[in-house]
């Protein structure tokens, strides 16, 4: 074992030094005295891409209901959407911020945390307000994505833990006091909300 633990790390200290004795002629300009063989290679900057245009509204509007409808392609393609946004990419201009389940806990007992189904939920109620405006957002589109919300907290109540600490019979218990907690939630938000 020894001579194998030996021999990577010894292949991967030859990588290193390679690739450190590469960065420098490649960094460098080309006609810079960057040789580091019989050629010197040069590195071109690749031109920026141009900035694509924002989308308008009747496409914003388009998007913002497929990121908030039931089902899995919906709840992916946001958490797709969130992951872009959170390298930086942001092509319909929406709105991620979010107050997570309000005052609300976002972690219940039994393992369940609701953090990414109010964020969800949050998503929907600020982006449509925004687009459409509160009352058009109130008429056509606050119950279904109350019911996303509820869909997507009952989906994390239905969730199967690995590791789980808890017996069969207490698991149990725990999930109906999770599906309990989200049928609060969503009768708060189709009062309040």
């Not at 990588?15 to 460098?28: E, H, K, M, R």
């Amino acid at each position: 074992m020894n001579k194998v633990q030996s021999a990577l790390g010894g292949i991967v200290l030859a990588g290193v030094v390679g690739f450190t004795s590469v960065v420098p002629a490649a960094a460098a300009p080309a006609g810079e005295g960057a040789s580091t063989g019989p050629s010197t290679t040069a590195v071109v900057a690749a031109p920026m891409a141009a900035k694509a245009p924002m989308a308008g509204k009747a496409d914003r509007v388009k998007r913002l209901g497929k990121l908030t409808v039931k089902g899995q392609a919906s709840l992916d393609a946001w958490f797709a959407g969130l992951g872009q946004y959170r390298q930086g990419k942001n092509p319909y201009a929406f709105d991620w911020s979010t107050d997570g389940c309000s005052k609300a806990p976002e972690k219940i007992p039994g393992g369940y945390d609701f953090t990414f189904p109010c964020h969800r939920h949050d998503f929907g109620y600020r982006n449509y307000k925004s687009l459409v405006g509160v009352s058009k957002f109130r008429s056509q589109h606050k119950k279904r994505i109350d019911g996303v919300f509820l869909q997507d907290m009952k989906q994390v109540c239905g969730r199967f833990f690995w590791a789980d600490p808890l017996t069969p019979a207490a698991r149990k218990k725990a999930k109906a006091s999770c599906l309990k907690t989200a049928d609060k939630y969503y009768a708060t938000v189709r009062a309040l909300g």
